[in-house]
């Protein structure tokens, strides 16, 4: 059997280490040949494919980013992207696909199972919010980042006796934003689950103010103002119809500066979330699942997705996996309110 491999998406870390153990579990126990489809269904639409095998995937493991390349390309959204893709295939002598990637990537792999094509999926992204699975790789990672930014910030800020904004990644979901400003000690932290009041924002960094405190605000790059929309630089879309997100920690901090009459400052943590070597937890995640999509397609159970359960990996239906995104339950939320604001 042929297998082809992309990623697609935004790179997170650990996607080479999937890459590694799916090749390398797939040659030495299942015999299988691969190839690698560059920068994700860009490569799969334009027939970019490369040989994919043991030595090239010899090293790969602490490496940041993907050796495939990645993009965010959207084949359902081109001129016969389907038919395209099927082209591909026949090319190459593909028998089958595993597509690693976001909610987007896995909305394609699940429509293309629609059409009679052979994918199995693998999460990841550093959002989180992949229904179905516990936990995506790249998440660890991403949130040690930010909580190790948000350490040093505490000091500077604590110096200029300032508050400090720190926005990170999130679309949809606050799980960086929630899990980084609980272990970085934030004063408060805002997701676009909760849409926020400013007056209670401001009222929080007062409080701080007044026992000396300097306040660090953690806020998702997808939060919303109760009174207002969601703040963003860029309104054009990609090929997935989603803009390019960041904006709202600069207009945090503008809001608080002049309701408090306070200093404010922002620190955008942008795509240093996802770059770097990954954390040990993202490298087992990453290779666990790599070890068990291979698997799944020596079942040929194709239209699946491995996924994390407690310190399982099952399978589920790709059409599950991106049925909806997993977001924080506002119960989680509330439960944590006790240590900020």
Known sequence: MRVGVLTGGGDCPGLNAAIRGIV?????????????????????????????????????LPRGGTILGSSR??????????????????????????????????????ALVGEGIQVVGVPKTIDNDVAGTDYTFGFD??????????????????????????????????????HSGIAGGANV??????????????????????????????????????????????????????????GIGEWLAHEIADRTGKEARTTVLGHIQRGGTPSAFDRWLATHFGLRAIDTVKDRDFGTMVALRGTDIVRIPLAEATAATKTVDPALYSEFGVFFG
């Open 189 to 246: 932290i805002l997701i676009p689950e909760q849409p926020f009041d400013v007056d209670q924002v401001c009222a929080w960094v007062e409080n701080r103010f007044k026992i000396r405190y300097a306040p660090i605000v953690v806020v998702a790059e997808g939060a919303v103002p109760k009174q207002g929309q969601m703040v963003v630089k860029d309104t054009s879309l990609d090929e997935f119809g989603h803009v390019r997100l960041s």
């Open 24 to 60: 390398r579990k797939g040659v030495e126990v299942h015999g299988f040949e691969f190839v690698g489809v560059r920068d994700g269904w860009r490569g799969a639409l334009e027939g970019a494919v490369v040989p994919l095998d043991v030595p090239a995937v010899r090293g790969i």
């Open 73 to 110: 390309t959207n084949p359902l959204a081109s001129d016969d992207g389907v038919g395209r893709v099927r082209e591909t295939f026949a090319e190459y002598g593909m028998d089958a696909l595993i597509a690693i990637g976001g909610e987007d990537t896995l909305g394609v792999a699940a």
């Open 141 to 178: 990672t991403a949130v040690n980042i930010a909580t190790e930014a948000i350490d040093r910030l505490h000091t500077t800020a604590e110096s200029h006796t300032r508050t400090l904004v720190v926005e990170v990644m999130g679309r949809h979901a606050g799980w960086i934003a929630l």
